[in-house]
């Protein structure tokens, strides 16, 4: 459990992704004829499978900014493309699928994934959702700590930000984000607790251990965990975007706060910033940007797009040092006009009327294969 330093404000992204038949669109179990063909292509960063055999996981490198993070995470996304055409399956961003039933999935077997089901039983299928993960560099332990609880008073920024997984099982669930809501189900998911430095957090790490919950911080499926053997904190709210694009821009935003954070220390941590943890948080995945947030700083409540026009002002400068500056703008651009992912899934719907044609061009856009008419932006 030493905390390994990592370049400060580095920045990486893990993005798992959808696999889908050409027929109708369902999720495929092709995980394994995919990553192996990937494999003798060749490509940057990492693709790795997940826990079941319909998904896969993109990791990228560490990034200084957004720039060469985006043009990475394309990359990946090209290679990935290719590969899936020879199969002849599409991949897919977003942070659910709309119609497959978790009865038909299979665990991808490696020897944790196969525990996972023996310890969470049908859970481990439903955790067939899709999130990005932000990792964001820390120079030691106590820095990650305090990073960790500073970003939790942001979380609802993150979720509505990302936002895309509005339909689950064939219904659309009213949520911009309900692939949260099967995180919730975990015993082990939440917050990290209000520890106050990086020995604190050891000791409380050792005594799960001691009483034989955890073994590794893998263990753990907090929204914001510490990740000590890479030197960040993971940030792991985000829905899956329904581009690469999209998936850099938030992670910039991360990366851009992240700074603020560490360089000015605007805010202390605080128990209240918990007490209003899971309201917050629900409200950004009910109701995206349109939900309400109560700052326990402040004390009083706004609106959560308010809010996050706010700071993204606020840490501009930031972005700025990062040369990160041209991608905050282009996210205040799509919050200042309401955008989502999850709304664009819903308009979609609504022009195509079936779910089936959803998953086709959701597909299609993150592949990079969409028709300029066909955009629903």
Not at 215 to 240: A, C, H, L, N, Q
Not at 358 to 365: D, G, L, T, Y
């Amino acid at each position: 459990m030493e905390f390994r330093s990592s370049p400060a404000l580095s920045v990486g992204v893990e993005l798992e992704l959808q696999i889908l038949n050409s027929r109708d669109f369902d999720l495929a179990r092709d995980a394994a004829d995919l990553i192996a063909l990937l494999g003798k292509a060749g490509h940057p960063g990492q693709v790795k499978p997940e826990i079941t055999e319909s998904m896969v996981e993109l990791n990228s490198s560490i990034h200084g900014n957004h720039g060469t993070l985006a043009a990475e995470l394309a990359a990946i996304r090209d290679a990935v493309t290719a590969c899936a055409r020879r199969l002849n399956v599409g991949i897919a961003g977003g942070g659910s699928h709309a119609f497959h039933q978790w009865t038909d999935r299979r665990i991808y077997p490696t020897e944790r994934f196969n525990h996972l089901l023996s310890v969470y039983g049908y859970l481990a299928k439903q955790f067939t959702i899709f999130g990005q993960h932000v990792h964001l560099g820390c120079p030691d332990g106590d820095t990650a700590v305090y990073l960790a609880h500073i970003l939790a008073r942001y979380v609802p920024h993150f979720i509505a930000l990302s936002a895309s997984s509005p339909f689950q099982s064939g219904e659309d669930t009213t949520f911009q984000s309900s692939r949260l809501n099967t995180v919730s189900a975990f015993p082990l998911s939440g917050q990290i607790p209000f520890v106050q430095s990086w020995g604190e957090f050891r000791q409380y790490f050792e005594t799960m251990r001691g009483y034989g919950v955890v073994e590794s911080m893998k263990d753990f499926y907090w929204d914001i965990r510490p990740k000590p053997e890479y030197g960040t904190v993971e940030v792991r709210v985000f829905d899956t975007p329904l581009t690469v694009e999209r998936a850099a821009l938030v992670a910039a935003y991360a990366q851009a706060l992240a700074r603020h954070i560490l360089a000015d220390r605007p805010l202390a941590p605080s128990r209240e910033v918990y007490m209003l943890y899971n309201h917050n948080r629900f409200q950004a995945c009910r109701y995206g940007l349109h939900g309400q947030l109560v700052d326990a700083y402040s004390r009083r409540a706004v609106g959560l797009a308010e809010d996050l026009l706010d700071t993204l002002r606020l840490v501009a400068p930031h972005a700025a040092a990062l040369e990160n500056g041209e991608a905050l703008a282009r996210l205040a651009a799509s919050v200042e006009a309401g955008y989502s992912d999850a709304d664009w899934l819903r308009r979609v719907h609504a022009g195509r009327g079936s779910l089936h044609d959803v998953a086709r061009i959701q597909s299609e856009r993150w592949m990079g294969l969409d028709r300029p008419e066909a955009r629903y932006d």
